[in-house]
């Protein structure tokens, strides 16, 4: 018999998500739960941060014309994932790690691509 697994999903305004910075909740009938937090570069410091327990994490954003870029860290390890798009795509699966801890976001975009919008984190669990 396989084991039981549970996806548990974080939107982005999860008290369990701590915030740095400004992140606005944004209606889109695209996102789930029907919003997104948007953070727009300013050179300010902008910071999501989950601590979780599980087999993996994923985090789920909304990539788009203006959006730039965000570094993702888990532990010691650290990721640059380009959210910039032709065309907008809502709901995309843009990072996923296998590692227990805790995930941090920052906006590391720039003045012409200023807007990282993140939907949710997705945390497999048993």
């Known amino acids: ?9 974080f939107n982005e305004n999860d008290r369990s998500i701590a ?15 029907n919003h997104f937090g948007r953070s ?4 300010a410091m902008k910071k999501l941060s989950l ?4 087999f993996e994490v994923a985090v789920v954003a909304q990539k ?3 959006a730039g870029t965000t570094t993702i860290t888990i532990g010691s390890a650290t990721t640059e994932v380009d959210l910039n798009s032709a065309k907008t795509k809502p ?8 590692h227990p801890g805790q995930i941090s976001l920052v906006n590391s975009g720039g003045a012409s691509l200023p807007y990282v919008d993140i939907d949710a984190f997705l ?4």
Do not use: C, E
């Open 91 to 98: 709901r995309m699966v843009v990072f996923v790690d296998p």
């Open 64 to 66: 788009g014309p203006k």
């Open 1 to 9: 018999m396989s084991p039981n697994y549970v996806l548990r999903r």
């Open 123 to 126: 945390v497999l669990t048993q």
């Open 51 to 54: 601590t979780y327990s599980g």
């Open 19 to 33: 915030r740095v910075g400004v992140w606005v909740f944004r209606y889109a009938s695209t996102a789930i739960g």
């Open 40 to 43: 727009t570069y300013d050179g």
